[in-house]
């Protein structure tokens, strides 16, 4: 069998392994303990918030664990919004982001009277930053806009959007879940107030994730978990020392980024086969990361080819690939029901030498 659904989820890294399964054995206080065990895991995932911070040229202070990039993101837009709805009541957002955005957006229009304007995509799956320029108003409290579609793998033009919301002083959070560690990402450059990322698109494990809240202290936001003070008193409950810690080795391994040219390789490898054998590529010809390709072929059942091949991919992405219903990515991008039945996403990491080889 050959993996190739790494933006539906990774393995954990040899050495994450090891980490988890060590603080499994040895960090069993809770970090919140004043004794000597409680402090020393404390401070080793101080350590991790450290290496998350530096990694998005971010304060630790900034930095806020959860349990994944949905938490991250319900925290963020619902946090944030909820707690400055005297500031308006307007959310400028796209129409391809992931399902767990699109679903946050439902809640607050329909459970706060939140008026929320989507975004459409160009046909390559990128949007315009004029159109999201020509949508915001004097209410827009919030833009959110994922950097990397997880059904495409086209980027999103997000320093121009953070320039936007900067000049009008409107906060820009961002959906990073595919693109961290795979873009360089400076939270400053890119004028991003939030961000949401998560361990186990990275080789970490599943059920920890990050988001950055720019100056933290002075930004109102509304827990969505109420606790017993934790992360500054946005995230109650127990922190997960292992997962954290595991999320840790992950954050800091080179995998990923060492491994650009592999997987570059094997996406312009398969572009080239998919087109030969009169297939098309969904995917953007340009801004995209290659760790995603989406195409289709004619007279293809994806959903027959996803259920029963030793190629473990999805069709459009993994949380929405056991609906019947077709992709709203597929469908914002201009494809019609068959055609979007007849489309499959390949993702690529690290151990596809096999796949490489396959190809050549
Ligand atoms: C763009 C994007 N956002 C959010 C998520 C949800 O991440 P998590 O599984 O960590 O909650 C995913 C995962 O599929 C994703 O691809």
């Given at each position: 069998m050959i993996y190739l659904d790494f933006a539906a989820s990774t393995p954990?890294?040899?050495?994450?392994?090891?980490?988890?399964?060590?603080?499994?054995?040895?960090?069993?206080?809770?970090?919140s303990s004043a004794h000597k065990l409680g402090r020393s895991s404390a401070e080793k995932i101080e350590s991790v918030r450290d290496k998350i911070a530096d990694s998005i040229g971010a304060y630790k202070s900034e930095i806020i664990f959860t349990s994944g990039a949905s938490e991250s993101n319900n925290l963020a837009i619902k946090g944030y919004v909820l707690a400055n709805q005297k500031k308006g009541r307007h959310i400028v957002t796209s129409s391809i982001e992931h399902k767990c955005i699109l679903s946050i957006c439902h809640f607050l229009e329909k459970e706060y009277e939140y008026e929320i304007t989507y975004i459409s995509p160009q046909k390559n799956g990128i949007i315009d930053p004029q159109d999201i320029i020509s949508a915001m108003r004097e209410d827009t409290v919030l833009v959110s806009i994922m950097h990397v579609n997880?059904?495409?793998?086209?980027?999103?033009?997000?320093?121009a959007i953070g320039q936007a919301c900067f000049e009008r002083d409107i906060k820009f959070h961002v959906d990073a879940a595919q693109s961290y560690k795979k873009?360089?990402?400076?939270?400053?450059?890119?004028?991003?107030?939030?961000?949401?990322?998560s361990a186990h698109k990275i080789y970490g494990p599943k059920g920890i994730g990050a988001?950055?809240?720019?100056?933290?202290?002075?930004?109102?936001?509304?827990?969505?978990?109420?606790g017993a003070d934790q992360e500054y008193g946005l995230r109650g409950g127990t922190l997960a020392t292992p997962l954290i810690l595991g999320f840790g080795v992950a954050v800091g391994d080179q995998t990923i980024e060492d491994n650009l040219d592999g997987v570059s390789k094997i996406n312009s490898l398969l572009r080239t086969k998919v087109i030969e054998i009169g297939g098309v590529i969904n995917s953007p010809d340009t801004n995209y990361i290659p760790h995603i390709l989406n195409f289709r072929l004619s007279n293809f059942d994806a959903s027959h080819f996803v259920a029963n091949s030793d190629f473990l991919c999805s069709q459009g992405s993994a949380c929405s690939s056991m609906n019947i219903e077709m992709s709203y990515v597929l469908r914002e991008i201009g494809l019609n029901f068959e055609e979007a039945?007849?489309?499959?996403?390949?993702s690529f990491n690290k151990f596809d030498s096999n796949l490489l080889n396959f190809y050549q």
């Open positions: 954990l890294l040899p050495s994450v392994k090891k980490e988890l399964f060590r603080a499994f054995e040895e960090e069993y206080s809770n970090p997880n059904e495409l793998g086209s980027i999103q033009p997000i320093a873009i360089p990402i400076d939270v400053d450059e890119l004028n991003i107030d939030m961000l949401s990322i988001l950055y809240i720019r100056d933290l202290r002075e930004t109102r936001i509304q827990p969505i978990i109420h039945q007849s489309s499959i996403r390949f």
